[in-house]
């Protein structure tokens, strides 16, 4: 019993003596958790605040990894709450950052967030962006960020080179929600451009699930008006159409974008109208 008690002791003795982080990083960590929670909660302003104070503290503590991963958060959540212009500067620290760190995975999501956070702020370098994604994406090995990025660059092609890169993703991601809704919009949208309306309204529906399920709220946004906007056209898909533009108009009406909000409304009682008819 004497030497049990003994090799228990030295266990727990072990087990104290383990290192820590140190108390910047574990800060950081709390301030990162805080953060998520924020996000859970659906406030974005709140969450990028509790990101950028964890990134500034990862950083004053020499945790470079730690700190592009806080900043690549601070800026998405910064541009779900709209200021994408605040949301350019921290991913474009976020990159910098995880290239230092030696994270490649970790910088070309950073890029990905900057691609979309200048297309947001009317920027030049989206292009640039999704280029250099694509790039840090390859050599890290991450399949799901080098699909984004093939979708990115396809929103911007040509139509031949735009399916081209579109049936690039589907194969390197599957349907992995991530990049099958972000797909499926793009491919939609492409689809209405050249007049094929009936695939246009199928994939801009096929958009819906897998963008509500990654919360990527501005792609839902534009999946929802553009499926609304084709069933305007149907006369028998009223009651859809009115159901579409309410939906959108909540989603607007959560990302701030009020304008945009107040026309779906309009829309929707336009549409339950003649619907009741």
């Not at 290192?19 to 990162?32: D, G, K, N, S």
């Not at 991530?178 to 050249?194: F, H, S, T, Y």
């Amino acid at each position: 019993m004497t030497r049990a008690l003994a090799l228990a002791a030295l266990a727990l003795s072990a087990c104290s003596a383990a290192p820590r982080p140190p108390p910047a990083e574990q800060l950081a960590v709390r301030q990162r958790a805080a953060g998520e929670t924020a996000r859970r909660y659906d406030d974005p302003r709140t969450a990028a605040a509790m990101y950028g104070r964890g990134a500034r503290t990862a950083a004053a503590g020499d945790r470079a990894g730690l700190a592009a991963d806080l900043r690549c958060r601070e800026g998405l959540a910064l541009l779900s709450a709209g200021d994408a212009a605040s949301a350019v500067d921290a991913l474009e620290q976020a990159a910098t950052l995880a290239r230092g760190a030696g994270d490649a995975p970790l910088e070309a999501r950073a890029w990905l967030g900057l691609a979309r956070a200048r297309q947001a702020a009317r920027q030049d370098g989206v292009a640039a962006a999704l280029g250099e994604a694509l790039r840090c994406a390859r050599a890290g090995g991450d399949r799901i960020a080098e699909a984004l990025a093939e979708v990115g660059l396809g929103a911007l092609a040509p139509p031949a080179e735009a399916r081209t890169r579109f049936a690039a993703a589907a194969h390197l991601a599957g349907e992995a929600a991530e990049v099958a809704g972000p797909r499926a919009l793009n491919l939609a949208r492409l689809d209405e451009r050249e007049g094929a309306l009936g695939a246009a309204r199928e994939g801009y529906r096929a958009a819906l699930a897998p963008l509500a399920a990654t919360d990527d709220r501005p792609g839902l946004l534009a999946a929802l008006s553009g499926a609304a906007r084709l069933a305007d056209a149907d006369p028998s898909a009223a009651a859809e159409a009115a159901d579409l533009h309410r939906r959108a108009a909540a989603v607007a009406g959560g990302l701030g974008r009020r304008e945009v909000a107040e026309t779906e409304e309009a829309a929707a009682r336009r549409s339950a109208t003649a619907a009741s008819r």
